[in-house]
């Protein structure tokens, strides 16, 4: 069975530290990847997705950036976090063609200070 | 404005109460919509997938329906362990791959 891992689970930063989330799934092969935000009071907000190792696409301009550099792995990263940075981010994966149920990890609560 | 809309945005029933979740949306062709459970400070978790108005799918106490602008999941003798937040998605054809459009969910509270 497939499984997602995030980490960390939840971590706090000051502004303008840099970030490095990640994320790792086990049990498939060539997965899309998908990073989300979740804000109080708002719907999850797709930030980037891949189909393939080094192939990132950003939905929505932002203070972050995207990696997959293995089949099974994809990095979120900031060079210098904002306030506005703050959220619960959410990786989520999906089989390969078929963009259709997309599963998602436990999660990482970031609050930037 | 959104294109994904959900009501109520909490909802209180006593176990046992049967009560229906709302989710309508405005996009112009339907690929997919997806329903998720999210407990607090968790991912949330897969539980439906509809495609064509007219079809239903059932597991345990929940029911999803799909209509040509609306869903609904009905929740039958819910318990407390039902209690989380309820998120509609949906996904657009023609839309970018894989981005699903997430509403903002009901937050349903059962009390036994």
């Known amino acids: 069975s497939q499984t997602i891992h995030q980490w960390p689970a939840t971590l706090v930063q000051p502004v303008g530290s840099p970030l490095s989330l990640e994320c790792t799934v086990e049990g498939t092969s060539n997965p899309n990847l998908y990073w989300y935000r979740q804000a109080a009071g708002r719907g999850l907000q797709l930030l980037f997705y891949?189909?393939?190792?080094?192939?990132i696409s950003s939905e929505v301009p932002q203070n972050l950036s995207a990696s997959r550099p293995q089949d099974r792995q994809f990095i979120l990263s900031s060079k210098k976090l904002l306030l506005s940075d703050s959220g619960f981010y959410l990786c989520?994966?999906?089989?390969?063609?078929?963009?259709?149920?997309?599963?998602f990890g436990p999660g990482t609560r970031l609050t930037v200070t | 404005e959104d294109q994904v809309t959900q009501s109520p945005e909490a909802l209180r029933l006593q176990e046992g109460e049967s009560s229906s979740l709302n989710c309508s949306y405005t996009v112009s062709g339907l690929r997919g919509l997806f329903w998720y459970r999210q407990d607090p400070g968790k991912g949330p978790e897969f539980l439906f997938t509809l495609y064509s108005a007219g079809e239903e799918k059932e597991k345990e106490r929940l029911k999803a329906t799909l209509t040509k602008k609306e869903s609904f999941l009905h929740i039958t003798a819910p318990k407390p362990e039902d209690s989380a937040t309820y998120l509609c998605?949906?996904?657009?054809?023609?839309?970018?791959?894989?981005?699903?459009?997430f509403g903002k969910g009901t937050k349903l509270s059962v009390k036994p």
């Open positions: 998605a949906v996904q657009e054809i023609g839309g970018s791959q894989g981005n699903l459009i």
């Open positions: 989520a994966w999906s089989v390969t063609g078929r963009s259709y149920e997309q599963y």
């Open positions: 891949s189909v393939g190792i080094g192939q």
